[in-house]
């Protein structure tokens, strides 16, 4: 049986479920608790970190890395496209998210308020939280400026750069850290993601020791 090792609200964890569930490939999902890292999960991944898929008897790690095997591995859909052009955008847009927004937002945001708590870390620190609020307007306004070019992020066709800024605003959406109302591209963006299969089972995650998603935050707009 595949098996992939997360953390529910980890974006990169996510953004891994999403491509599986896009390409139907069934896994069982294994709950990691990665900062109490167990010999067994080490010796899967040496970094310690999550995701981690067990595919076909293979270990993988880095979730980038993990999303582009599913896709050369299986084309069908397509989260890629074919142009050289194409494919150059959807990976800087992942890196976009991966790197800028999860730093300048999510670490800040679900950090404090999230992966604080569940470490038993101790108490938000409410400017750190205030600095990644601001941070999101700007990426909000990115995102809306980017979607009054094009019907996707990174084109005409929904890829892998949706998922990826989906699955850290989904986290932050989990929190009610999202203002929808800023952009209402974006709302509408993030509508017809929330709206696809592959979105499903991420809308029923809960995090061990924090209360479920506001309900609201599961419809759509």
């Not at 890395?65 to 194409?86: H, M, Q, S």
């Not at 699955?167 to 929330?194: F, Q």
């Amino acid at each position: 049986m595949n098996r992939l090792y997360h953390v529910a609200l980890s974006p990169f964890c996510r953004k891994v479920r999403l491509t599986l569930a896009e390409k139907k490939i069934e896994v069982e999902l294994i709950e990691e608790r990665y900062w109490e890292p167990s010999p067994d999960f080490l010796r899967r991944n040496p970094a310690g970190k999550v995701p981690v898929l067990r595919l076909d008897n293979r270990m993988m790690s880095e979730s980038q890395a993990i999303c582009e095997y599913i896709e050369e591995t299986v084309p069908t859909p397509p989260l890629l496209p074919r142009d050289p052009e194409g494919r150059y955008e959807v990976r800087r847009l992942c890196g976009w998210f991966d790197d800028k927004f999860n730093h300048e937002v999510t670490r800040k945001v679900m950090g404090e308020r999230v992966w604080k708590k569940v470490m038993k870390k101790g108490y938000p620190d409410s400017k750190t939280v205030k600095e990644g609020l601001s941070a999101i307007k700007f990426h909000l306004d990115y995102m809306s400026w980017l979607l009054d070019q094009r019907r996707w992020l990174a084109g005409d066709a929904m890829t892998l750069a949706d998922f990826t800024a989906a699955a850290h605003l989904s986290c932050l959406d989990y929190i009610s850290d999202v203002d929808w109302n800023r952009s209402d591209a974006v709302k509408d963006w993030y509508a017809k993601i929330k709206s696809r299969p592959a979105f499903r089972s991420l809308l029923a995650d809960q995090l061990p020791g924090l209360p479920p998603a506001p309900q609201y935050a599961e419809l759509d707009f």
